[in-house]
Every structure is written in C-alpha cells, then in structure tokens.
Nanobody
Framework: QVQLVESGGDLVQAGDTLRVSCSAS????????GGWFRQAPGSEREFVAS????????NYADSVKGRFTISRDNARNTVDLQMSSLRPEDTAVYYC??????????????????WGQGTQVTVSS
C-alpha cells in the first residue's frame, strides 16, 4: 500500500511558474506510474499529466501541453509537476495519483488506485 502527499500549492499571478510535488511512502514509488489530476470548483476531476514507472513515457492534457512538465525521482520517491505560464483557468485542487499499469503513462481516472489529499493552486489575473 502506498500513501501519497502533495505539497507546493500556492497563490500566484498569471504568467508565473509553480512546482507541485508528490511524495510517496509505505511502498516504493517505482512500482507505480504517477499522475496528476485537477479539480476546479464545480467541475469534474480532470487528467493533467502522467509518467510511467521509469519515466520513459509521459502524457499531457492538451490544455497544459507545452506549459507543464511532469518528472519523477524514484530514488526520492517523488513525482513533480512544474507548471509554467499559469493562467487563471489553471486554478484548481491538484491531486497526485498512482497506478499499477505496467510500462504505460495512463490518463484515465479509473486506472489510478491511490490518491493524495490534494494541494490548492490559485492563479490570479
């Protein structure tokens, strides 16, 4: 069983860069593909980015491609999401998730078994 904790959420200005981090405990993060989802007020939780177990594959939502970068450091049991050129529409609670899918970077919520508590990212204009 793996436990996930997000950190780094903040209130920032449009155009700023922010990095949120996900730290795993209880099990090595290298057993899992990692993902980031977000949920804005009144909206469904949506896929943002994912990375395979060894970092060889990544996927991004069209809305963030070219602006966000997902990475992982299995030695530190972390998966990070660097967000650049932030927009007010990026405002959401950002959730880290882990999947047992092998050698893929899944994009569907149902593929992720374990979830963190979320961290708030607010982008003001």
């Amino acid at each position: 069983q793996v436990q996930l904790v997000e950190s780094g959420g903040d209130l920032v200005q449009a155009g700023d860069t922010l990095r949120v981090s996900c730290s795993a405990s209880g099990s090595a993060f290298s057993w899992y593909a990692g993902g980031w989802f977000r949920q804005a007020p009144g909206s469904e939780r949506e896929f943002v980015a994912s990375i395979s177990r060894f970092g060889d594959y990544t996927n991004y939502a069209d809305s963030v491609k070219g602006r966000f970068t997902i990475s992982r450091d299995n030695a530190r049991n972390t998966v990070d999401l660097q967000m650049s050129s932030l927009r007010p529409e990026d405002t959401a609670v950002y959730y880290c998730a882990a999947s047992l899918d092998y050698d893929t970077a899944p994009t569907m919520r149902m593929d992720f078994l374990y979830w963190g508590q979320g961290t708030q990212v607010t982008v003001s204009s």
